[in-house]
């Protein structure tokens, strides 16, 4: 498993921004776990995946509910994804998890690939207040 740390969570009212930022562990993020991103998961809810990136293309993938607010990059220099989070809601309120996994051969990089990686970090509160 690689080694990720989250960071930049905290406490913004609707419509503010926030960014997230995971920092991998530097020999397994670039040889192997080519397929990053973030889930999240709130209080009583099933996690939901929130965007993926592909670390060798770039191509990235969101779900539903953050695509247009969300934005997903990386920075293969410094190891690290990161999530710009704009006009944040009330919903977005959840801890947000770093995700990794290999992209297998003949597959690509998506939310539900990431879905089923057991490599992810201890995670970075959001909350959103109304």
């Known amino acids: 498993q690689v080694q990720l740390m989250e960071s930049g969570g905290g406490s913004v009212q609707t419509g503010g921004s926030l960014r997230l930022s995971c920092v991998a562990a530097?020999?397994?993020?670039?040889?192997?776990?080519?397929?990053m991103g973030w889930f999240r998961q709130a209080p009583g809810k099933e996690r939901e995946g929130v965007a993926s990136?592909?670390?060798?293309?770039?191509?990235?993938d969101y779900a539903d509910s953050v695509l247009g607010r969300f934005t997903i990059s990386q920075d293969n220099a410094e190891n690290a994804v990161y999530l710009q989070m704009k006009n944040l809601k009330p919903e977005d309120t959840a801890m947000y998890y770093c995700?990794?996994?290999?992209?297998?051969?003949?597959?690509?990089?998506?939310?539900?690939?990431?879905?089923?990686?057991?490599?992810r970090g201890q995670g970075t509160q959001v909350t959103v207040s109304s």
């Open positions: 995700v990794a996994s290999p992209t297998p051969s003949g597959g690509y990089c998506s939310i539900p690939l990431l879905m089923a990686s057991n490599s």
């Open positions: 530097r020999d397994s993020y670039r040889h192997e776990y080519d397929c």
């Open positions: 990136i592909a670390t060798g293309r770039g191509s990235t």
